[in-house]
């Protein structure tokens, strides 16, 4: 039991991760086509929250294992767009790292919240909620970001799209199609090198400094340990 509870502990994040940030992020895709005029995802049902509507089984195990992942593509018909197609799809695409970043300005909130409840009741709870939230915001964060890499099929290489010559944006919608194998190669990339994840974590510590200072008024950013969470009682 001693060594189920560290395992858990690890991976409780992650777990809320796949129900919370992935169907928001799939969820900010369909919304904002929707508003430039493409309803697929609305009648496809994916304009919802649910997590059972956007998780797909590759992507969930690998923001388990690897701390990376991604969900469901909500579908989109570039045609419906109000506005020129490449620029509907950038906007499109670019909302889902915006709202894993807005989740994450939110998570700093709530873990300095909770951190401030903790000192002032020594409750071992908010000194878990204080972790908790903070490892879910910087998660999102490193999501936002490995996202924005431009690579097909991530969000990034659908945003890069927008500003390249016709040839090259050819190109990239032919890398679609092998967009299964291309995350494939990404993630074995990044285990065998971590080449992805300095990349991505030197944004991430960017980030963590800015949503502390625009969070100034809840004091410094602080979070426990984990061994001294697991210790706790």
């Known amino acids: 039991m001693d060594n189920i509870l560290p395992t858990i502990i690890n991976y409780l994040p992650f777990a809320l991760m796949v129900i919370i940030s ?24 994916r304009l919802t929250l649910n997590p059972f509507a956007h998780l797909d089984l590759f992507g969930t195990l690998s ?3 690897f701390g990376f992942g991604w969900a469901k593509p909500v579908p989109v018909n570039p045609s419906r767009f109000k506005c020129n197609m490449r620029l509907g799809m950038a906007l499109t695409s670019l909302a889902g790292p ?15 919240g909770a951190f401030l409840l903790a000192v002032q009741t020594q409750n071992d709870f908010f000194y878990f909620l204080n972790w908790l ?21 991530l969000d990034g290489s659908r945003i890069l799209n927008y500003f390249l010559p ?22 074995i990339l990044n285990r065998t090198t971590g ?8 944004f991430g510590r960017i980030f963590l400094w800015l949503f502390d200072k625009i969070t100034f008024f809840m004091g410094p950013a602080v979070v426990i340990s984990i061994d001294s969470l697991i210790n706790f009682g």
Do not use: R, W
Request: aromatic residues 18%.
């Open 22 to 45: 992935l169907p928001f992020h799939e969820f900010a895709h369909g919304f904002i086509a929707n508003k430039l005029g493409d309803d697929t995802a609305y009648y496809q049902g």
């Open 63 to 65: 923001m388990i294992l």
């Open 98 to 112: 915006v709202s894993n970043l807005i989740l994450s300005l939110l998570f700093m909130v709530l873990s300095k």
């Open 133 to 153: 939230c903070f490892e879910i915001m910087y998660t999102n964060i490193l999501l936002a970001f490995f996202n924005l890499l431009p690579i097909p099929p």
């Open 166 to 187: 016709y040839k090259a944006q050819q190109f990239f919608d032919k890398m679609e199609f092998y967009s299964q194998y291309i995350l494939i190669g990404i993630l």
């Open 195 to 202: 080449v992805l994840s300095t990349i991505i974590g030197f």
